[in-house]
RNA sequence: GGCGCCGUACCCAAGUGGCUAAGGGAGCAGUCUGCAAAACUGCGAUGCGGCGGUUCGAACCCGCCCGGCGCCUCCA
């Protein structure tokens, strides 16, 4: 069973969602004003991970994600380019779907956006003014934390202990420092949607709020996001719902760690960032290689810990992953019908989908789960050498693609991906689909092999050389031929 | 000032009270090979930032210290 940490309770415990079979969760997305970095990207294949592992267990997931398209730093984005508003967030949700394409982090099934819910929130934003909750100032609307007692109880803050801080010109309209917009009256060439306070658009939280109600429903299984969401996101969040429903608005709150550089928190503040596109663009290898490369890496670390982002770490990555495909290659080799590990290689796998599971349901103890496969390659290479039926390398691969699936890693469409002509582009990629063929390496080699047999070594080493230049590596087989990849 | 996190071999990284401290990368040696590549085998922390304490027993619990970081303001 699978327990997960909460950042309500602090701790572990077992997840049991709400519907039997169904899990309902909700998880807050990317303000579209930019391009993504790597620290979305990690945000995104944790929860992705988390929806394939719920799904691997059983559970029919509804899984929602938001696209905020209304906000300060939109707006300002496109005044800055002399372009509307819509047009900054069309292209940076394509550049979104493009980069979790790549990186192959599945679609949510509800992708809603603020701009599409306007109703929801401005009857969530009444029902808070009629309770007494939330008060009018001018053309603005703010949540009045004193009315939610229990205010603080995610991010584990007091009210007193927040005001104590050194607190950046705080409006005098508001009635506590900490009480927060539900809805802010727009300036002349702003959105705006009218409302029963005037022409205005919503706050930063409310959105999520009301979509996660409107989807979900109003108490749901899980909501996730980014560690500085805790506070004062998803504390507010939690004020907003539960002060209008009355009742639990998520039941497990789970955040993602961050993504540094050299030991420091990456943020477009600091302007110490990668965005995803950046590091594909400048990857020399294809699509799914690199897509793969950055979920191992992102996924060899445990999801709540800090993560060093590096170009070691990616090509310590790569070199892991090599180990499994070149095990894949041999697999895919002739094979006797009967062989000498048979029956062990089937004890590992059933060992090593027990460990993997277990793994997982530790609180997606994704570095623990990616060990299990690296024994099992293990195993598989031994088996190989002690013999292994087609059948028992076809299960193998079998066992590797299952659980794999669950990481997004290994996938069947990935199989081939070392000989993939990198596609079309600049750079060092463009330079890659230039070279040889297929046609012309088997040519090659079957030159290098006739060499070899007529003891022309010199002239063997030759081609070997040659086509090691184009970045091809030769595996000679026992029997005299030889595999290739890139 | 308040709240919280981290420090495990050359690098990355699990483990959080008790068998030989996972796994990966890099390295070295060996087997195989015409030579390679890949694979396999072996080597590699008597010790888990430091010092005390609790315990029959601690990397794991407690205290102090050192070092690094995060949140409290937009932020995945």
């Given at each position: ?15 049991e ?5 169904k ?13 993504s ?9 944790v ?5 394939r ?18 906000d300060?730093?939109?707006?300002k ?9 819509d047009?900054?967030?069309?292209t ?7 980069d ?7 679609r ?32 603005d ?31 005098e309209?508001k ?16 959105p ?13 939280h ?17 909501h ?6 805790i ?20 039941r ?23 965005t ?35 170009d ?5 990555a790569?070199n ?12 895919k080799?002739?094979a ?12 590992a ?32 290479n ?29 996938q ?11 596609d ?26 006739a060499a ?35």
């Amino acid at each position: 069973m699978l327990r997960v940490y909460n950042t309500l309770t602090g701790s572990k415990e077992p997840f049991e969602s709400m519907v039997p079979g169904k899990v309902r969760m909700y998880v807050c997305g990317v303000t579209v004003y930019d391009y993504s970095h790597i620290g979305h990207a990690r945000s995104a294949l944790v929860f992705d991970v988390l929806r394939r592992y719920l799904e691997y267990s059983g559970f029919a997931v509804e899984f929602a994600k938001n696209f905020t398209d209304v906000d300060d730093k939109i707006i300002k984005r496109a005044t800055e380019q002399g372009v509307s508003c819509d047009q900054i967030t069309a292209t940076y949700i394509k550049a979104y779907y493009d980069d979790m394409d790549r990186l192959g982090v599945r679609r949510a099934t509800l992708e809603p956006r603020a701009t599409e819910h306007m109703a929801d929130i401005v009857a969530l934003v009444e029902t808070l003014v009629a309770k007494g909750m939330a008060y009018r100032v001018e053309g603005d609307v703010y949540f009045e934390v004193d009315r939610y007692p229990m205010y603080g109880r995610l991010s584990k803050r007091k009210r007193d202990d927040l005001q104590a801080g050194a607190r950046v010109d705080v409006d005098e309209r508001k009635r506590h420092p900490m009480d927060f917009a539900l809805w802010k009256g727009s300036k002349p060439g702003e959105p705006s949607w009218d409302s029963p306070w005037g022409p205005g658009r919503p706050g930063w939280h409310i959105e999520c709020s009301a979509m996660a109600m409107r989807h979900l429903g109003e108490t749901f299984d899980i909501h996730g996001g980014g560690m500085d969401l805790i506070f004062p996101h998803h504390e507010n969040e939690i004020a907003q719902s539960c002060g209008a429903t009355g009742k639990e608005f998520a039941r497990y709150w789970v955040h993602n760690g961050f993504v540094q550089i050299n030991q420091e928190k990456m943020s477009k503040s600091l302007g110490n960032f990668f965005t995803i596109r950046e590091i594909f663009d400048k990857s020399e290898w294809p699509d799914a290689v690199t897509g793969e490369m950055l979920r191992y890496f992102l996924l060899s670390t445990h999801y709540r810990s800090p993560l060093d982002f590096s170009d070691q770490s990616l090509a310590e990555a790569k070199n892991a992953l090599n180990g499994l495909y070149d095990l894949f290659e041999r697999l895919k080799e002739p094979a006797p019908a009967h062989g000498a590990a048979d029956e062990h290689m089937r004890e590992a796998n059933t060992r090593t989908r027990q460990a993997f599971v277990e793994a997982m349901d530790d609180d997606l103890n994704t570095p623990n789960a990616i060990a299990t496969l690296q024994k099992l390659r293990c195993e598989a290479n031994k088996a190989l050498e002690a013999g292994l039926s087609a059948q028992g390398r076809r299960a193998v691969r079998d066992e590797f693609r299952s659980l794999g699936s669950v990481l997004g890693l290994l996938q069947p469409d990935q199989w081939q991906f070392k000989r993939q002509k990198a596609d079309e582009g600049s750079g060092v990629r463009g330079a890659l689909a230039n070279i040889l063929s297929d046609d012309e390496i088997a040519g090659k080699i079957a030159a290098r092999l006739a060499a070899k047999q007529s003891k022309n070594y010199a002239l063997a080493d030759q081609l070997r050389a040659e086509l090691a230049a184009e970045g091809i590596t030769i595996e000679d087989r026992p029997d005299g031929t030889s595999r290739w990849k890139r």
